[in-house]
C-alpha cells in the first residue's frame, strides 16, 4: 500500500469508531466520581461567575488539588446541552467527544513516530483496545488525561525531530496539550519535563560532535527560550480553569504534586491475584499485572518484543551521530512509558482500580507497539520477500476483529476487559477488581426489571418495589421503572456488586436475579421480603 492508502484506511477506521461512540455515549452507566467532578465543575463555573466572590471551589473535598480544565468545560457543556441532555448524559457525549480526540492522537503519533503504516496500525490498535474505549464515556479525570497526554507526546516527537529550530505552530501545540493535561492531573508536569531533558542531551551532544561552541550556545539559547516559553504557556494553559492555584500561581500547583505524590486517601483492601490487598501494600508488581491482563494479548506480546528490541536499538544507536533525533525520540518514548511507572514504585504511590490512574500510558503504548509492528513488517519482507510481511498483517487485522467481537459483547462495560491469559473477565473475577465503577447498576436495573415482568406479568405492573444498594439511589434506580422506588431502610430488594463483597450483603436471603457479563456475575439480587407479606401498592 502507498502511503496515501495508509492514511486513507486510517481515517475510514477512526470515522467509524467515532460514529460507533458517539451514537452509543448515551449506553454508559455512572461511575462512582462523576457526581463529584459534575459539582467541582459547577463550583469552579460559580467562581468565575461571581468574580470570584464563592470560593467554594478553592476547598472542595480534595478535589480543589486537580485542575478543572475538563470538569469547567463539563459544566458549561451541561448548562448548554440541559434542553436535550441529563447532567450525565451530557458529561457522558463530551466524555466520549474527548475519547475520540484521544483515538485520534493515538494515529498521529504512530503516524509520528513511524510513518503512515504505523499510524495505520495505531489506529487498528487503539480501537480495539477495550481499556481505553471502555472509560470514553464516564472517566472524567483518567480518560480526558490520557487524551490530552498522547496529544501531547504527538507535539513533542515534532519538536524533537525539528532540533534546534521548533516551529511555532509546534510549540504552541505542545504548550496547550501540555497545559490541559496539567489542568486534569499535575502529573502532566512530566510533559514539560521531558522536552527539557530531550534539549539538554541534544545540546551536550552538539558540543561533543561540534568545534564551533558559538554555534552549540546560539542554538541552544534558541531551544532553552522556546523550552521556557512552552512550559510558561502550559502553566497558563493549566491555570485558567484552576481557582486554587491561581491564589498562588508558582507555589500551590508544587505543593499538589507533593501532596498528590504522597497521598495516602483511599486505604481499602482490593482483591489481587486472588489474595486480598491493602492499597498501603502494593509494590511494583501491581502495574505490570494489571498491564499483562487488560490489554490485548497481541498488544501485550508486541509490546514485550518492542521493549527489549527498543532497548537493543538504543544501545546501538547511542554513538550514530547522524541519527540523534531518531535516538531522541526513541529514548524519549522509552522515558514516557517507564519514568511514570519507576517513579510511582520509588514513591510507593497508593494505586487502585487497576490500571486507570496509568490509562495515560495505554495510547502511548499502542502508538510504540504499532511503530515496532511497522519495524518489523519491514524486516519480514527484506528477509522473506512480500508474502510475509503481508501474512503478519492479515494476522494483526484478524487480532484486532477479535478485539472488537469482545468488545461488542461487553458493550457497554468494556472497561470491564480481562484478556484470554487469565480466562477472560470470568476468569478474572473474584481475584482482581472488575466493576470497580459500579457502573453496572444502570443495566443490571433495567435487566431486574424485565426479570420481574417476565416472572410476575400483571403483578408486575401493580406492585412498588423498594430497591437499595451500596451505589445510591441515582445509580440503582436510573434505568428501572417508576414503579421502582429506593429506600435504604426498608427495601423490598436488595442490589449488591461484587466490590467489596457489597453481593454478599443480606446473605441469609435468597438469590432472586444475577446480572452478569461475558460469564462473570455483576450484580447479585436479594429477595427480603417475607414470603407472606402483602406487596405494597403504588
Known amino acids: 500500500m502507498r502511503d496515501a492508502d495508509h492514511d486513507l484506511a486510517a481515517v475510514a477506521v477512526l470515522v467509524v469508531a467515532s460514529a460507533?461512540?458517539?451514537?452509543?455515549?448515551?449506553?454508559?452507566g455512572i461511575s462512582w466520581d462523576e457526581a463529584v467532578h459534575l459539582e467541582y465543575g459547577r463550583l469552579i463555573h460559580e467562581y468565575f461567575a461571581s468574580g470570584g466572590v464563592d470560593?467554594?471551589?478553592?476547598?472542595?473535598r480534595l478535589d480543589y488539588l486537580y485542575g478543572g480544565s475538563f470538569d469547567l468545560v463539563g459544566a458549561v457543556f451541561c448548562d448548554l446541552a440541559a434542553p436535550v441532555l441529563d447532567p450525565y448524559d451530557a458529561i457522558h457525549l463530551l466524555g466520549t467527544v474527548v475519547g475520540v480526540a484521544g483515538l485520534?492522537?493515538?494515529?498521529?503519533?504512530?503516524?509520528?513516530?513511524?510513518?503512515?503504516?504505523?499510524?495505520?496500525?495505531?489506529?487498528?490498535?487503539?480501537?480495539?483496545?477495550?481499556?481505553?474505549?471502555?472509560?470514553?464515556?464516564?472517566?472524567?479525570?483518567?480518560l480526558p488525561f490520557a487524551a490530552a497526554y498522547v496529544w501531547a507526546m504527538v507535539f513533542l516527537i515534532a519538536a524533537i525531530r525539528s532540533f534546534p529550530r521548533i516551529p511555532l505552530s509546534v510549540a504552541a501545540g505542545l504548550a496547550v496539550s501540555s497545559g490541559l493535561a496539567l489542568g486534569v492531573r499535575i502529573a502532566g508536569l512530566l510533559l514539560p519535563c521531558y522536552l527539557g531533558g530531550a534539549i539538554a542531551v541534544?545540546?551536550?551532544?552538539?558540543?561533543?560532535?561540534?568545534?564551533?561552541?558559538?554555534?552549540?550556545?546560539?542554538?541552544?539559547?534558541?531551544?532553552?527560550?522556546?523550552?521556557?516559553g512552552v512550559a510558561a504557556g502550559a502553566w497558563a494553559v493549566m491555570l485558567a480553569a484552576w481557582p486554587w492555584a491561581q491564589q498562588a500561581p508558582l507555589t500551590r500547583p508544587l505543593a499538589a504534586l507533593r501532596r498528590m505524590s504522597e497521598f495516602m486517601g483511599h486505604r481499602r483492601v482490593m482483591r489481587f491475584a486472588g489474595e486480598p490487598l491493602s492499597t498501603y501494600d502494593v509494590d511494583w508488581r501491581y502495574l505490570p499485572h494489571y498491564f499483562a491482563l487488560k490489554l490485548p494479548e497481541f498488544?501485550?506480546?508486541?509490546?514485550?518484543v518492542a521493549a527489549l528490541a527498543s532497548v537493543v536499538v538504543l544501545a546501538r544507536r547511542a554513538r550514530a551521530v547522524e541519527r540523534v533525533r531518531d535516538t531522541l525520540v526513541l529514548g524519549t518514548v522509552l522515558v514516557a512509558l517507564w519514568g511514570p511507572w519507576i517513579y510511582a514504585v520509588a514513591r510507593g504511590s497508593i494505586l487502585y482500580d487497576g490500571l486507570r490512574h496509568f490509562l495515560?500510558?495505554?495510547?502511548?503504548?499502542?502508538a510504540s507497539v504499532a511503530w515496532a509492528s511497522a519495524v518489523g513488517l519491514d524486516q519480514l519482507r527484506a528477509r522473506l520477500g512480500p508474502w510475509a510481511p503481508r501474512a503478519a498483517a492479515l494476522a494483526l487485522a484478524l487480532a484486532c476483529v477479535d478485539q472488537y467481537a469482545t468488545m461488542v459483547r461487553l458493550h457497554p462495560h468494556q472497561y470491564l476487559y480481562f484478556n484470554r491469559s487469565i480466562g477472560g473477565l470470568a476468569g478474572a473475577a473474584g481475584s482482581y477488581d472488575t466493576d470497580y465503577y459500579a457502573s453496572s447498576y444502570g443495566e443490571a436495573g433495567a435487566a431486574l426489571a424485565r426479570e420481574l415482568w417476565r416472572r410476575e406479568g400483571q403483578d408486575f405492573l401493580d406492585t412498588r418495589y423498594r430497591v437499595a444498594s451500596c451505589a445510591g439511589a441515582l445509580k440503582t434506580t436510573r434505568e428501572m421503572p417508576a414503579n421502582f422506588i429506593y429506600d435504604r431502610r426498608h427495601p423490598d430488594l436488595w442490589l449488591g456488586y461484587t466490590r467489596d463483597d457489597c453481593h454478599l450483603r443480606h446473605r441469609d436471603a435468597p438469590v432472586i436475579f444475577e446480572y452478569r457479563r461475558a460469564g462473570a456475575v455483576l450484580v447479585v439480587v436479594r429477595d427480603l421480603r417475607p414470603r407472606d407479606r402483602e406487596r405494597?401498592?403504588?
Open 202 to 228: 541534544w545540546l551536550a551532544v552538539q558540543l561533543r560532535l561540534r568545534a564551533d561552541a558559538e554555534s552549540v550556545y546560539r542554538d541552544g539559547r534558541r531551544l532553552l527560550a522556546t523550552g521556557l
Open 104 to 142: 485520534w492522537g493515538t494515529w498521529r503519533l504512530g503516524r509520528a513516530l513511524g510513518g503512515p503504516r504505523a499510524g495505520l496500525l495505531a489506529a487498528g490498535f487503539i480501537t480495539a483496545t477495550a481499556v481505553y474505549w471502555g472509560h470514553m464515556a464516564n472517566n472524567p479525570k483518567d
Open 20 to 28: 460507533l461512540a458517539l451514537w452509543s455515549f448515551r449506553d454508559a
Open 55 to 60: 470560593r467554594r471551589a478553592l476547598g472542595y
Open 299 to 304: 498488544i501485550v506480546v508486541l509490546a514485550a
Open 536 to 538: 405494597a401498592q403504588p
Open 360 to 366: 495515560f500510558e495505554v495510547p502511548v503504548l499502542v
